[in-house]
């Protein structure tokens, strides 16, 4: 009874470092704020989240390495301190390159994170409850990515000032530092020979450490893909202006936090398999959808659809990955993480399309694409996970 006591203890500091991994996703409303505030035109704009993105791909692998010699949690606490600086900056000075600054500090932050938070939770929850709690780390991270457009806008209207948006995140962060700090967690023992490069991406030669690697870069690609591309759908086909279009983005994540916090209780009671089936061929409809439906309604029904369903595919693919080479924790973790770069390649492919085609059915035709490559993962899942 008192380990059960003791492990609901320790998850509060680590759900509370999932709420600052979902930090990240201020860039969205922030990147649109930064470009009125400096006049910058869309290409320059978007250097910001592209500096995000950007070192998931540099820093996953090197953190799984790093993990070896010190450790998830105290990675997990470094994580935390270079996210503490990142939101700092704004707040000691406001200009274009500190701003460059902020984002690359949050993207190097949250790349530490998603490697060895992922991971430290394991420690705490294992065998078949482990996918449910991903998820529901998961709808805690989309609290905060949820919330970060409504503080920026309250404080523009109250403050005329939306950067109080980063002081605030900063003191959840600060205190996610401390709690976290003072938490003991058994690790399980991997700190022995350090992998090399080599060693970690020799692991994509094994086939389901590959394919999930290639399914979180659909999912972080079909993510940010709606996101970029509902509003535009909605402007293309209704003539709606950005400010209208705009909430379209609001519905995913609304739904994409439901979906999170739902499917933390259906993977505790049904399989891995099944609510993965279920989930793609629920996205596969949605994006279907997008294809034809003209009125704006029908496009908020499959934006919706596609929150809900996409809201899972993350943990249920992470916690494979992990649970089949769980003496290898580390550097899978830093493999799939690094797949999160999917988020810079398909927007760029998405964008080729559409213009290609002249209409955002291109960007939909990619994001297709992606989903059915999910469906086809299902396969590979398996039914019961045991540690």
Same mark, same amino acid.
């Given at each position: 009874?008192?380990?059960?006591?003791?492990?609901?203890?320790?998850?509060?500091?680590?759900?509370?470092?999932?709420?600052?991994?979902?930090?990240?996703?201020?860039?969205?409303?922030?990147?649109?704020?930064?470009?009125?505030?400096?006049?910058?035109?869309?290409?320059?704009?978007?250097?910001?989240?592209?500096? #995000?993105?950007?070192?998931?791909?540099?820093?996953?692998?090197?953190?799984?390495?790093?993990?070896?010699?010190?450790?998830?949690?105290?990675?997990?606490?470094?994580?935390? #301190?270079?996210?503490?600086?990142?939101?700092?900056?704004?707040?000691?000075?406001?200009?274009?390159?500190?701003?460059?600054?902020?984002?690359?500090?949050?993207?190097?932050?949250?790349?530490?994170?998603?490697?060895?938070?992922?991971?430290?939770?394991?420690?705490? #929850?294992?065998?078949?409850?482990?996918?449910?709690?991903? *998820?529901?780390?998961?709808?805690?991270?989309?609290?905060?990515?949820?919330?970060?457009?409504?503080?920026?806008?309250?404080?523009?209207?109250?403050?005329?000032?939306?950067?109080?948006?980063?002081?605030?995140?900063?003191?959840?962060?600060?205190?996610?530092?401390?709690?976290?700090?003072?938490?003991?967690?058994?690790?399980?023992?991997?700190?022995?020979?350090? %992998?090399?490069?080599?060693?970690?991406?020799?692991?994509?030669?094994?086939?389901?450490?590959?394919?999930?690697?290639?399914?979180?870069?659909?999912?972080?690609?079909?993510?940010?893909?709606?996101?970029?591309?509902?509003?535009?759908?909605?402007?293309?086909?209704?003539?709606? *202006?950005?400010?209208?279009?705009?909430?379209?983005?609001?519905?995913?994540?609304?739904?994409?936090?439901?979906?999170?916090?739902?499917?933390?209780?259906?993977?505790?009671?049904?399989?891995?398999?099944?609510?993965?089936?279920?989930?793609?061929?629920?996205?596969?409809?949605?994006?279907?959808?997008?294809?034809?439906?003209?009125?704006?309604?029908?496009?908020?029904?499959?934006?919706?659809?596609?929150?809900?369903?996409?809201?899972?595919?993350?943990?249920?693919?992470?916690?494979?990955?992990?649970?089949?080479?769980?003496?290898?924790?580390?550097?899978? %973790?830093?493999?799939?993480?690094?797949?999160?770069?999917?988020?810079?390649?398909?927007?760029?492919?998405?964008?080729?399309?559409?213009?290609?085609?002249?209409?955002?059915?291109?960007?939909?035709?990619?994001?297709?694409?992606?989903?059915?490559?999910?469906?086809?993962?299902?396969?590979?899942?398996?039914?019961?996970?045991?540690?």
């Amino acid at each position: 009874m008192n380990n059960i006591k003791n492990s609901y203890i320790k998850l509060i500091p680590v759900m509370l470092a999932f709420f600052a991994m979902g930090f990240v996703d201020l860039v969205g409303i922030a990147t649109n704020y930064v470009k009125a505030d400096f006049a910058l035109d869309d290409t320059t704009a978007n250097l910001f989240p592209s500096m #995000v993105f950007f070192w998931f791909l540099i820093c996953s692998v090197p953190t799984g390495m790093l993990m070896n010699k010190i450790g998830r949690r105290k990675t997990v606490l470094l994580s935390l #301190v270079v996210t503490v600086f990142a939101l700092l900056l704004p707040v000691l000075d406001y200009n274009f390159y500190i701003m460059l600054l902020s984002f690359s500090l949050l993207g190097i932050g949250n790349a530490l994170m998603q490697v060895s938070l992922n991971p430290l939770l394991s420690n705490i #929850v294992s065998g078949d409850k482990l996918a449910s709690s991903l *998820t529901f780390g998961q709808f805690v991270k989309a609290i905060a990515s949820f919330s970060a457009p409504i503080i920026a806008a309250w404080a523009a209207m109250q403050f005329n000032n939306w950067k109080i948006l980063f002081p605030i995140f900063m003191v959840v962060a600060v205190v996610a530092v401390v709690f976290l700090g003072i938490t003991k967690i058994q690790e399980d023992d991997e700190k022995g020979e350090t %992998s090399t490069f080599t060693q970690c991406f020799a692991l994509l030669g094994d086939k389901l450490i590959f394919f999930s690697f290639v399914g979180i870069m659909c999912h972080v690609g079909i993510d940010v893909g709606i996101n970029v591309t509902a509003p535009k759908i909605l402007i293309e086909r209704l003539g709606m *202006t950005l400010a209208d279009a705009g909430y379209a983005t609001s519905i995913y994540f609304l739904f994409r936090t439901i979906g999170c916090f739902s499917g933390t209780f259906i993977l505790a009671k049904l399989s891995s398999r099944i609510f993965f089936a279920v989930s793609t061929l629920m996205m596969f409809v949605a994006m279907g959808g997008l294809f034809f439906v003209e009125s704006k309604t029908a496009i908020y029904v499959c934006v919706a659809l596609m929150g809900f369903g996409n809201s899972n595919v993350f943990p249920i693919i992470f916690s494979q990955a992990l649970l089949h080479l769980p003496e290898k924790k580390n550097e899978v %973790s830093g493999l799939m993480i690094m797949g999160l770069f999917g988020g810079t390649i398909f927007p760029l492919v998405m964008g080729v399309a559409s213009d290609t085609m002249k209409s955002q059915a291109g960007a939909v035709a990619v994001m297709l694409m992606g989903i059915i490559y999910l469906i086809t993962f299902t396969t590979r899942i398996k039914k019961q996970l045991i540690k």
